[in-house]
């Protein structure tokens, strides 16, 4: 079975090199894995660091412009000009068990038209089960990832999801022919990992997570709170700076192109911006 994997990198060498080693350890029997690695840029010798190590790395060289979307789909598109028959969109933040690869192919080839999900748990809790099953909330203002679940009761086999982001996820090469490939230019900075799964499911293809196929995975870092910085800091990233997580045109565009429906994407961004604006209220008073 011929897995190719695609994963963007900047400036983590440390971290990217880790997350290779891990992968090169996984158990390949019967699976010809092929690395297909997009550096945007990095200026902490990245690149240099994988050509030295993983010379049978294809590396693949950005400007600092492509960005998570763009580096993803410059993997993509290198690595179908292999033929594989499976593609596995990863972070570099990953370390894998090593029968995560193979349980994901396992499920993959067993259940038609399938995207399948790893089973993503956080590094300084290794129990515990990070950005897995979000459900649509929209007076919670749209996507909600559950926070109890845990290995120990997590769903046995495979299961259906509504959503997946991309930090591991097993994709047939049909699928990408089929719906091409992130989009870009909409979602340069974030979020263009859930939006593509969103298509992709709505052209039929079905989401799954495998619980089997374990992963570990940085924490999330949080930004530094608006009501910490000063108002002008705030009016740019709320208006202007498309690279911060709450930028307010960031924020309506991932739920216009992920929600269920287009009123229920409105609703929830205006239940968003009333929560975001009891947050302030308190935080001044």
């Known amino acids: 079975m011929k897995v190719a994997v695609a994963m963007p ?12 080693r891990s992968m090169f350890r996984v158990d390949q029997e019967g699976i010809d894995l092929r690395m297909y690695v997009t550096d945007d840029g990095s200026a902490d010798g990245t690149g240099a660091a994988i050509r030295g190590e993983f010379p049978e790395v294809k590396l693949i060289n950005g400007d600092g412009s492509l960005h998570y ?5 410059r993997a993509l598109a290198s690595a179908l000009k292999w033929n594989p028959d499976f593609i596995l969109v ?7 068990h090593s029968r995560s ?11 038609r038209r399938s995207i399948v999900g790893a089973l993503l748990l956080l590094w300084n809790e290794p129990h515990r089960v990070f950005q897995v099953d979000p459900k649509w909330q929209t007076s919670e203002g749209g996507w909600i990832f559950p926070d109890y679940v845990t290995l120990e009761n997590v769903h046995n086999g495979p299961f259906e999801v509504d959503a997946l982001v ?54 999330n870092t949080d930004p530094t709170p608006l ?15 498309r690279r911060h997580p709450v ?25 968003y911006l009333l929560v975001m604006s009891k947050r302030a209220i308190e935080h001044r008073s």
């Not at 990198?9 to 290779?20: A, K, P, S």
């Not at 690869?101 to 259940?111: D, M, R, W």
Request: aromatic share 14%.
């Open 9 to 20: 990198v900047f400036n983590r060498r440390e971290m990217t090199l880790q997350g290779l």
């Open 69 to 73: 979307a763009g580096g993803t789909n």
């Open 90 to 96: 990863a972070n570099d933040d990953a370390v894998f």
């Open 101 to 111: 690869i193979s349980n994901l192919v396992k499920t993959a080839s067993q259940n």
């Open 166 to 219: 991309g930090n591991c996820v097993l994709i047939p090469a049909a699928a990408v022919v089929q719906c091409g490939l992130m989009d870009e230019r909409r979602f340069p900075f974030g979020w263009g990992d859930a939006q593509y799964f969103e298509r992709l499911r709505k052209s039929g293809w079905k989401l799954l997570v495998d619980p089997d196929a374990l992963v570990w995975c940085e924490p």
């Open 227 to 241: 009501h910490r910085k000063r108002i002008s800091s705030i009016l740019w990233a709320l208006f202007f700076d």
């Open 247 to 271: 930028n307010l045109q960031r924020q309506f565009v991932a739920r216009w192109y992920s929600a269920p429906s287009k009123p229920q994407a409105v609703t929830a961004f205006l239940f």
